[in-house]
């Protein structure tokens, strides 16, 4: 198996919400996301363009179960949708289990760029492309959305990874195809809240257009993504 490999600079790692609130021991933790972890950190020695979105929500966040007097996982109509109501989680104000901070073992660098969604409280925020009402998207600091940074930076295909496969990781897939970005999921880098969400996200995220593959799949074809 090949180590040796660096993805070209039009392509990038797009890590999704691998952060402690998801991860065992979290207030919305997704079963194994842990063990996404070292798959992470292996991928992105071979990346020199690297993103992560941060599930970054203030207090009283309309995807909050508590906001609402809720039963967590129950549904709410609001403005734009059905809302699943959520246990508090990524929360901007704390640092156990209920806040936003990412998973202390992951590698960052300098360069890597991170965006922040769900920070609005009255719009939840799935992907990192678009938040859940479909045509608000999350910005960076310089006020660019996430399409806009990749195509500032040269970026036309995306290598995924994230918690969860069935609904944030997924969701920027599928937006990401939206975006006419050419998209790689890698799937033992992603885990997911339940078996049947995650094989239909997977589906969806092949009928798009988009590849679905391990990370072993990919050490071994890095001509997938390199010149």
Same mark, same amino acid.
């Given at each position: 198996?090949?180590?040796?490999?660096?993805?070209?600079?039009?392509?990038?790692?797009?890590?999704?919400?691998?952060?402690?609130?998801?991860?065992?021991?979290?207030?919305?933790?997704?079963?194994?996301?842990?063990?996404?972890?070292?798959?992470?950190?292996?991928?992105?020695?071979?990346?020199?363009?690297?993103?992560?979105?941060?599930?970054?929500?203030?207090?009283?966040?309309?995807?909050?179960?508590?906001?609402?007097? &809720?039963?967590?996982?129950? #549904?709410?109509?609001?403005?734009?949708?059905?809302? !699943?109501?959520?246990? /508090?989680? @990524?929360?901007? +104000?704390?640092?156990?289990?209920?806040?936003?901070?990412?998973?202390?073992?992951?590698?960052?660098?300098?360069?890597?760029?991170?965006?922040?969604?769900?920070?609005?409280?009255?719009?939840?925020?799935?992907?990192?492309?678009?938040?859940?009402?479909?045509?608000?998207?999350?910005?960076?600091?310089?006020?660019?959305?996430?399409?806009?940074?990749?195509?500032?930076?040269?970026?036309?295909?995306?290598?995924?990874?994230?918690?969860?496969?069935?609904?944030? &990781?997924?969701?920027?897939? #599928?937006?990401?195809?939206?975006?006419?970005?050419? !998209?790689?999921?890698? /799937?033992? @880098?992603?885990? +997911?809240?339940?078996?049947?969400?995650?094989?239909?996200?997977?589906?969806?995220?092949?009928?798009?257009?988009?590849?679905?593959?391990?990370?072993?799949?990919?050490?071994?074809?890095?001509?997938?993504?390199?010149?």
């Amino acid at each position: 198996m090949s180590t040796t490999w660096t993805a070209t600079d039009n392509v990038a790692l797009l890590n999704v919400d691998p952060q402690d609130t998801f991860c065992p021991g979290g207030a919305l933790a997704v079963t194994d996301g842990d063990q996404i972890i070292p798959v992470l950190n292996s991928l992105r020695e071979h990346f020199n363009k690297v993103y992560w979105s941060q599930d970054f929500h203030p207090d009283n966040h309309i995807s909050f179960a508590s906001t609402h007097g &809720a039963e967590p996982f129950s #549904l709410k109509k609001v403005a734009y949708g059905d809302q !699943v109501m959520w246990p /508090e989680h @990524a929360k901007q +104000s704390a640092s156990d289990g209920t806040g936003a901070q990412f998973h202390k073992d992951l590698v960052f660098k300098a360069s890597d760029k991170i965006i922040q969604k769900g920070t609005n409280k009255d719009i939840d925020s799935y992907s990192a492309f678009l938040e859940n009402d479909k045509k608000t998207p999350p910005r960076f600091d310089n006020g660019n959305s996430l399409a806009a940074e990749l195509r500032a930076d040269g970026v036309d295909t995306l290598v995924i990874t994230g918690l969860a496969l069935d609904y944030c &990781a997924g969701d920027t897939a #599928l937006d990401a195809l939206s975006e006419k970005f050419n !998209v790689i999921v890698v /799937e033992d @880098a992603t885990r +997911s809240i339940t078996p049947e969400g995650r094989l239909a996200k997977i589906a969806q995220i092949v009928d798009a257009g988009g590849i679905v593959l391990t990370s072993a799949a990919l050490q071994k074809n890095p001509q997938l993504i390199c010149a």
